[in-house]
């Protein structure tokens, strides 16, 4: 096997690489690279995710190596694992080689301590169960125990054993998703025991939010149509709600629109899941919507972004009348999410509508008065009327940009004589 392998990695990580094997080597531990790194690497692909095991108490090893790399340590005891933060922001995880078991399907499982080949063991795929030894000793020398470099060269997703589905039915995304990002194919009994766990209704254990963490990753892929395509193929959309639909044809219309409309605007990558959630979620039945959020650990933020995807439709049409005013736009986009504002920019080409929502979005939704209720009420307005004068003032500001807090007082005057 190639030894040079490892010389593939960035510069600065195969330093860092280098130096946590030497300290391997003296505090008498065995300790690997592994996971998906591992598969990268092999596939020549950007990874820059250090995930290392260690044969024995990885926390006990990782304090060892947070003391040469002088950088802090977060400790999690409850799993065996511990996170080193470099100053760049990177982090490097470690955690114990352990042995999975599943109490019933789907359930979390019950852990204890164990050997590479067991941690490898309780992996996803064959492609994702291999390691790369990093003591000075045994440098780069390839732990692969389950084919997965055999795998990687046939282009094949292949389970490990033939309950994994059963055990944790999240890998069925997780297959989609790796399936579709390399171009590899499902091997076929591992497609049987895929469609073999969907057609199954009952007896699940996996909370709707896993499956939801899961989703997730593939609405971040490049190529998340053919991820979805391929979901929808399988009819695996149905892990995340019995009634939801997958219709792909409003996505295509914003993936196309959405890089774009990042880069003007500096969205974070925060933002591409959402907005294609969103373009999923328009077009489903208000309960189906309301049934899909319920179980998730979303905030009311984004309840409430997700909840109005059904609405664009009904936002671009009044955005779309050529009476409306600026301030008029304001009164439709306010009430608004400020995803959903950047899911209509994705969602149409209509000039017009698109320089409304810019202004919008980089002016007017900052808008506010120097005057209050009680300056409008020291001027003889009284009740609701204080509200409304504030309102017609502050769509007054917009339109016609009143400058002071003097123009602003003579405005509401104006209203009240």
């Known amino acids: 096997?190639?030894?040079?392998?490892?010389?593939?990695?960035?510069?600065?990580?195969?330093?860092?690489?280098?130096?946590?094997g030497e300290a391997a080597d003296a505090q008498g531990v065995s300790v690997y690279l592994a996971g998906g790194v591992v598969r990268d690497l092999f596939l020549k692909r950007d990874n820059l995710d250090l995930d290392f095991?260690?044969?024995?108490?990885?926390?006990?090893?990782?304090?060892?190596?947070?003391?040469i790399l002088k950088a802090p340590i977060k400790v999690y005891k409850d799993f065996g694992t511990a996170t080193i933060v470099l100053t760049d922001g990177r982090a490097l995880d470690f955690a114990t080689a352990r042995e999975e078991t599943y109490a019933a399907p789907g359930r979390l499982p019950e852990v204890r301590r164990g050997s590479i080949h067991e941690d490898l063991f309780r992996r996803d795929f064959t492609v994702n169960a291999m390691g790369l030894w990093i003591n000075q000793s045994r440098w780069a020398q390839v732990v692969d125990p389950f084919g997965g470099l055999k795998d990687l060269r046939a282009k094949t997703i292949r389970v490990l054993h033939e309950t994994s589905f059963e055990d944790d039915a999240t890998r069925i995304l997780r297959a989609i998703r790796f399936e579709q990002r390399f171009g590899f194919r499902i091997e076929p009994q591992t497609l049987k025991l895929l469609k073999r766990r969907?057609?199954?209704?009952?007896?699940?254990?996996?909370?709707?939010?896993r499956f939801f963490n899961e989703f997730k990753k593939i609405l971040m892929e490049e190529k998340v149509l053919p991820a979805l395509k391929r979901m929808k193929q399988l009819r695996a959309e149905k892990l995340l709600h019995p009634d939801f639909v997958l219709n792909l044809k409003v996505l295509k219309t914003v993936q196309s629109r959405f890089d774009s409309v990042k880069k003007k605007y500096d969205l974070s990558n925060d933002h591409r899941w959402k907005v294609f959630l969103m373009a999923l979620l328009e077009g489903q039945r208000e309960e189906t919507i309301a049934a899909f959020l319920?179980?998730?650990?979303?905030?009311?933020?984004?309840c409430k972004s997700f909840a109005q995807a059904n609405s664009a439709i009904d936002f671009l049409s009044k955005l779309c009348k050529n009476s409306l005013s600026p301030s008029g736009v304001y009164g439709v986009l306010k009430p608004l999410a400020p995803e959903q504002c950047i899911y209509l920019l994705c969602r149409t080409s209509r000039a017009q509508v698109l320089r409304r929502l810019d202004r919008f979005l980089k002016k007017d939704q900052f808008v506010t008065l120097a005057i209050d209720g009680n300056?409008?009420?020291?001027?003889?307005?009284?009740?609701?009327?204080?509200?409304?004068?504030?309102?017609?003032?502050l769509d007054c500001k917009i339109d016609t940009g009143l400058k002071s807090k003097q123009q602003e007082f003579n405005f509401v005057r104006g209203l009240l004589s």
Not at 198 to 209: E, F, I, K, M, T
């Open 53 to 67: 095991v260690v044969e024995g108490d990885a926390i006990a090893f990782a304090r060892k190596a947070a003391g």
């Open 294 to 302: 319920k179980p998730l650990s979303l905030t009311a933020h984004d």
């Open 198 to 209: 969907l057609a199954r209704r009952s007896g699940d254990h996996v909370s709707a939010q």
């Open 1 to 20: 096997m190639n030894s040079n392998i490892l010389k593939q990695l960035p510069q600065n990580s195969y330093t860092l690489v280098r130096r946590i």
């Open 375 to 393: 300056d409008v009420r020291a001027l003889g307005a009284t009740g609701a009327k204080i509200g409304e004068v504030l309102k017609k003032t």
